[in-house]
């Protein structure tokens, strides 16, 4: 019975069957894709633990699971918990020299001192709103409902980190910011704009915040007076064309923050 039942399983009619099934239920139909189940979230969560436990699985029970579990997906985005068409702000942060560092300081010293980042960056991105993305080593990427939350979360992250020392490694963050729609994928971020965020992120080597032209146009210039900053264009993009962003594309960098 047992085989029967798995052979029934495997059965490609019936998979193919439960996979057309898929397409026209509500939800991310790419659960069960490895880049779809890297978020957080009660849906995402279990979709991990299955991607784990049935890795090379192809049978329709397991695509009928993941079809149940894109439905709850769905059901909790139109209960006010999704993203929908909204514009995002992606932030982008990185350490500066921070491998150099590390290679001398060794792990134990190396954790302790992302922890600490982690401690003095994370709460203000909560704080206002912002959602952790997903930590990458020694940055993350975060996103945001508006330009100025994002920004706003920057600044107080950066002074947060003043207070921070690694046996005389002052950290500092590098930040890129742009605004866009990308395309969600599980707990993560896909397309275009992501890459624009990062390529910001990119250009300020040596500590800068970089935002792009569209998150400048969005930024309200008393705001920006209010909060002592200022913004000037960032000419270095110029000098070396990124991969990954539109060619008219312009960056300018925050002063002040």
Known sequence: MRVQARRLDRSPQLVGLVRRARRVLPGDQGFGDPLSVAGDGGARAVARVAERVFPDSAGASREAGFAALQV????REWSGRGEGDAEVTLVFTDLVAFSSWALGAGDEATLRLLRSVAGAVEPEIVARGG???KRMGDGLLADFRTPERALDAVVAARAALRHVDADGYRPVIRV????????RMGGDWLGVDVNIAARMMEAGRDGNVVVSEVVRDALDPQWLLDQGLRLKEH???FLNRARGVPDDLRMYRVEGA
């Open 235 to 237: 000419r270095r993009f």
């Open 176 to 183: 890129g910011i742009h605004s866009g729609h990308p395309r």
């Open 131 to 133: 959602r952790v993305v």
């Open 72 to 75: 709850w997906q769905a059901v």
